[in-house]
């Protein structure tokens, strides 16, 4: 599973790197993904990060 961030939408609430810290992390006031590629428990806290993202702005490609 791929895991990209549309950093123009993103507003910068924290909600993902709180959820999810092992795939996303703040970089100043937006969010990065750290890493490329995600599986396993981690991949099921992201679907669950994307689905409440506020600004819809995290996509994930299986
Ligand atoms: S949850 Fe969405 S809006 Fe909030 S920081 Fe993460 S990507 Fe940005």
Known sequence: MRVTIDEDSC???G???E?????FEMDDDKVRVKTGG???DVADSCKGVAENCPAEAIQIEN
Not at 19 to 23: A, K
């Open 11 to 13: 507003i910068g609430c």
């Open 19 to 23: 959820e999810c810290p092992e795939v």
């Open 15 to 17: 909600l993902c790197v």
């Open 38 to 40: 995600v599986a396993g």
